[in-house]
């Protein structure tokens, strides 16, 4: 999605940006969104478990640092597979 890409520092940056995780309490119901902007005011998914929301969160730095390894590492032929399998998914959507 073209909209995270400029909130995504690259791997070669000393500092590895994420969306955040903001905590919200409606009613007693804990749930977590997800936000990739500043403003708080656009939450890209809402759950309710933290663990669920860390994940989702640190998406951006897991692909990007899959690319890197692809780009930088000789790989075994089956991880190589792996992680563009991952990465095609993670761009598209699609599982084939």
Request: charged share 30%.
């Amino acid at each position: 999605m073209p909209y995270t890409k400029s909130k995504i520092q690259r791997i070669c940056s000393p500092e590895f940006e994420y969306w955040e995780v903001v905590e919200i309490n409606i009613n007693d119901t804990q749930s977590f969104e997800i936000h990739w902007s500043d403003d708080k005011k656009w939450p890209i998914a809402e759950v309710y478990e933290k663990e669920d929301a860390n994940l989702i969160a640190s998406a951006p730095l897991l692909l990007e640092t899959l690319k890197y390894i692809d780009r930088k590492c000789d790989l075994d032929l089956d991880i190589k597979k792996l992680i563009i399998k991952a990465v095609q998914v993670a761009e598209s959507g699609s599982h084939y």
